[in-house]
């Protein structure tokens, strides 16, 4: 029986020469790497920010580019042209804007204390941008969590300052506006590269151990200004009523001195000129004005009429007139 043949492999030049027929695969595998890290894409709402071995180089807009490969170059996508949030007191629902947008206690951030002593429970967003792209990579190590933190530094202070009824009730525009002015402030002052757009209040309520007390007090607050409404408008329905009937009374009261004064200055012009023509004919004057009066007065008169007592009878004065059963001398 022959003894079986035990083979160690083949010999090492063999395996080399196997080895070498696939050792083209190696910078074939290089230049595909090398291919498929020089491209990038810059999304529209972002700027590439090229870094070369670890240090800034340049920016580049939206669009196709390409760089060093292997590592040399490096890009960083800025989102300068997304309005990005940073939420405080509470945890939105998903999806976020930017990895900083809700922090890490958002039960212990709402609770404030203001200037009168008291707490209150706020919650608030802060809106704001990427205006420089080299200042937010590389002036500051974390530029999102640091204006996280001058976020909530600043709405201690500015409610630091006011009582709990101007945080919770009528003075919220007035923090909105001061908390955004002290942190862009601050972000300047930083040097964050971002630009702070607004500061908006969201819910601001007392504690919950005092919140019915709360609610009736602020009840009570809206009753009294309801009441006032109320008074205001009665007054300004009352008053320019009155107002416009006591002009309209003046007016009416001038009016008639007016007229007075027209008629009293009519019946002296009246009675100024009879009495020139009674100066130069005395007797014709008197006798016109007698006719003229007895014109006037006849037709009054029911059934009388009454006569010179010279004349000795009664004569038809009148064409067409009654005459009187009873005539009195």
Do not use: C
């Amino acid at each position: 029986m022959p003894r079986p043949t035990i083979s160690f492999g083949e010999p090492p030049a063999e395996r080399l020469r196997h080895y070498l027929r696939f050792l083209w695969l190696l910078p074939a595998l290089l230049l595909l790497i090398g291919l498929l890290s020089t491209f990038y894409q810059v999304p529209a709402e972002a700027v590439g920010v090229v870094l070369r071995f670890g240090r800034y180089h340049t920016e580049q807009d939206p669009g196709l580019h390409w760089k060093l490969p292997f590592g040399i170059d490096e890009v960083e996508l800025v989102p300068v042209k997304r309005q990005l949030k940073l939420e405080f007191g509470f945890r939105p629902d998903e999806p976020w804007t930017n990895p900083d947008q809700v922090g890490r206690q958002p039960e212990l951030e709402r609770n404030m204390v203001t200037g009168d002593l008291n707490a209150a429970l706020v919650e608030w967003v802060v809106q704001y941008r990427v205006d420089d792209p080299r200042l937010f990579l590389f002036h500051v190590r974390e530029p999102g969590q640091t204006l996280r933190d001058l976020g909530e530094a600043v709405m201690r202070e500015v409610p630091g300052d006011r009582t709990v009824d101007e945080v919770i009730t009528i003075g919220r525009a007035e923090i909105e506006a001061a908390a955004a002015a002290r942190l862009r402030e601050m972000a300047r002052l930083y040097q964050l590269g971002v630009a702070v757009n607004q500061v908006q209040l969201k819910d601001v309520d007392p504690p919950q151990a005092v919140q019915a007390s709360f609610n009736e007090v602020n009840k009570a607050q809206q009753d009294r200004e309801n009441m006032i409404n109320v008074a205001n408008g009665e007054y300004n329905k009352v008053v320019p009523k009155a107002t416009g009937e006591a002009e309209q009374k003046i007016s009416q009261a001038e009016g008639y001195r007016q007229q007075r004064v027209n008629e009293a200055r009519g019946d002296a012009a009246a009675f100024t000129a009879v009495l020139a023509e009674y100066v130069k004919a005395p007797e014709v004057t008197r006798k016109r004005l007698y006719l003229e009066t007895m014109k006037e007065v006849l037709p009054a008169l029911q059934g009388a009429w009454i006569v010179d007592e010279r004349v000795t009878q009664l004569l038809p004065l009148l064409p067409g007139a009654q005459v009187a059963p009873e005539v009195r001398k």
